[in-house]
């Protein structure tokens, strides 16, 4: 099932290699990742663990000269997009007006709901809540 003493053939290319991926593709993108862990929120840590592939085809492009295919490319741009998003959420939050939703049953038995924005009062929905035949029946 598995070869034997495949170390004793690679060449030095090969541990070359073999050293660049371990240090440019995981070892920056995990130390980042524990940088951010004793200092930083949760949320924004783990949208780190996605900079690992683009490390890796970055470092592969700079060092190795591989050129990056255009889905590559639209990839790690979407990843790097994504992670800017994920940590500006809380900014980007009240820039836009944070909506809260309230529901919370009335004495009539509706159910109203209680929109809440930054820049309206209040704006309330009301829902008619209808018994079914089985709660009826009991």
Do not use: H
């Not at 060092?63 to 790690?76: I, T």
């Not at 994504?82 to 004495?107: C, F, H, W």
């Amino acid at each position: 099932l598995t070869e034997s003493e495949q170390f004793v053939n690679i060449d030095f290319s090969g541990w070359l290699a073999l050293g660049y991926s371990t240090v440019f593709g995981s070892a920056i993108a995990y130390g980042l990742f524990f940088y951010f862990a004793s200092s930083g929120s949760l949320t924004s840590l783990s949208s780190l663990t996605f900079l690992t592939p683009v490390f890796a085809l970055l470092f592969g492009n700079l060092l190795l000269g591989e050129v990056l295919n255009p889905l590559q490319s639209m990839g790690v741009g979407l990843t790097l997009v994504s992670i800017y998003l994920i940590n500006q959420r809380d900014t980007l939050g009240e820039k836009m007006g944070k909506v809260r939703s309230n529901v919370a049953p009335n004495s009539d038995g509706e159910v109203a709901e209680l929109l809440e924005n930054s820049e309206l009062d209040a704006v309330e929905l009301r829902v008619p809540v209808r018994s079914t035949e089985l709660e009826s029946e009991v």
